[in-house]
């Protein structure tokens, strides 16, 4: 695992839930399969309402107002690898494939107010992504397109667009398991699997 993420920032605002981040109609995909996987990240966030998704502050408003997309059409990798998100991020139902959707999109990180449980557990434990809460809310304060920095070992996160620098809590019981790739390679690890 990397101790440094770096990439651009994609802001959502309040109550993503996992039916926005992978909508329904997309999980007849198989995730085993890699030619069929690759749409999870084609289809990630692409039912987030306008005015949710994309955000900018409005001194950095301009013509798309504010509703930038998360992937280009046709492609299945977003330009963005740093999602911040608001409160309540992945509400709803257990969807395992929303994480992994992210994920599939080129997402290394999201950082949140706080999670909804399950969407918390579903990305450590698959070695998706990694979940950080942040300190103060975020939503407001970074733009679409702004150029972060996760400093790992030192919780922290630095808009290098701006000079910003901004607290992370601390990951706590999960970062042996973020560490180890998810539940299952930690486990083995830990000697509980063979």
Known sequence: MDSVITGRAYVL???????????????????????????????????VPEGQRGLRKPAASDDTGGNIPFVRENEFKSDFTIIIGGKNFGSGSSREHAPLALAEAGVKCVIAEFYARIFFRNSVNGGYLIPFESEERLVGRINTGDELEVLMDQQALINKTDGNRYKLKPLGDVLPIIEAGGVFPYAKKAGMLK
């Open 13 to 47: 605002g309040d109550n993503i839930d996992t039916d926005q981040i992978i909508p329904a109609q997309y999980l007849s995909f198989n995730p085993s399969l890699p030619e069929e996987r690759k749409f999870f990240g084609m289809y990630a966030l692409s039912s």
